[in-house]
C-alpha cells in the first residue's frame, strides 16, 4: 500500500544549524510529494511540493528533492531560526476513484533554541 | 476572513452530550475534508465532501456525522462520544478532489470527558 516513514523526533538545534528530516515513501504509480508544517496552536500549512521525479520544492528556505530511485523527499534548510520551531510532516498523494488522498507521516518535531 | 477557518478551538463535553464543529471555508474551493490528529499517530482523514456530496467515509464510528449544505461549509456532528476520541479535529478543502494542495484550518482541539 501507500505509506510515509519519517524520521523520529523530536529534533533540537541551534539557531543556525542545518536540518535535515528524512522522509521515504512507499507508493504505486507515481504520487507528488508534500512538506506541510505545523505552528504550534495552528493547522497544517504546505511548505513545499514536488510532483514528478528530480523536482525539487522549495520555501522560505527550506528544500526538498523528490528522489525517485531512492524513494526519498528529505527535507533541508541551510541554517535555521527559531521561528521554524513546529512539527514538520511528510506527505504523498495518491489519486484513487477519482480524488486524490492524502496520506501523511506521523511527524518529526523540531525545536530550535537561540 | 481568508483561509479555512474552524469553530469551537476548543471543545469539551462529556460522553452524553451533543455539539457539532464548525469549518468554513472562502478560497472558492470545491472539496472539503475531515481529519483526525491524535498523538503519536498519522493524520487520519475521516470524510470527504465534493460539492457537497460525500465522496469518502474511511470506516468512522455513526456517532460521527457530517454535513455539508453548501461547498463553503463543513460540520462534524458529535455525540455519545467516547475519550479516545479526544483529538485535533481539522478541516481541510481543496479545489478539487484531484490534482491540488489541500489547506488546512486551525483545529478544533476536542477533549472528551
Known amino acids: 500500500g501507500n505509506s510515509v516513514t519519517q524520521m523520529e523526533g523530536p529534533v533540537t538545534l541551534s539557531e543556525e544549524a542545518f536540518l535535515t528530516i528524512n522522509c521515504t515513501y512507499t507508493a504505486t504509480g507515481y504520487p507528488s510529494l508534500f512538506w506541510y508544517v505545523q505552528y504550534p496552536g495552528e493547522g497544517l500549512q504546505l511548505l513545499l511540493k514536488a510532483t514528478k521525479a528530480d523536482d525539487k520544492g522549495s520555501n522560505k528556505g527550506f528544500e526538498a528533492t523528490y528522489r525517485k530511485e531512492t524513494t526519498s523527499f528529505h527535507l533541508e534548510k541551510g541554517s535555521v531560526q527559531v521561528s521554524d520551531s513546529a512539527v514538520y510532516f511528510c506527505?504523498?498523494?495518491?489519486?484513487?476513484?477519482?480524488?486524490?488522498?492524502?496520506?501523511f507521516g506521523k511527524g518529526t518535531k523540531l525545536t530550535v533554541n537561540p | 476572513e481568508t483561509g479555512v477557518t474552524q469553530t469551537p478551538r476548543h471543545l469539551v463535553m462529556g460522553m452524553t452530550n451533543k455539539k457539532s464543529l464548525k469549518c468554513e471555508q472562502h478560497?472558492?474551493?470545491?472539496?472539503m475534508y475531515w481529519y483526525k490528529q491524535s498523538a503519536k499517530k498519522p493524520l487520519e482523514l475521516m470524510f470527504v465532501?465534493?460539492?457537497?456530496?460525500?465522496?469518502e467515509n474511511n470506516s468512522v464510528p455513526s456517532r460521527f456525522s457530517p454535513e455539508c449544505p453548501n461547498s463553503s461549509h463543513l460540520f462534524l456532528h458529535l455525540h455519545t462520544l467516547q475519550p479516545e476520541d479526544s483529538a485535533l479535529y481539522l478541516c481541510?478543502?481543496?479545489?478539487?478532489?484531484?490534482?491540488?494542495?489541500?489547506?488546512f484550518g486551525p483545529g478544533t482541539r476536542l477533549t472528551v470527558l
Open positions: 478560497l472558492g474551493h470545491n472539496a
Open positions: 465532501y465534493s460539492l457537497e456530496e460525500r465522496v
Open positions: 481541510a478543502s481543496s479545489q478539487t478532489l484531484a490534482g491540488a494542495p489541500q489547506y
Open positions: 506527505a504523498l498523494s495518491r489519486t484513487q476513484g477519482g480524488s486524490e488522498k492524502l496520506v
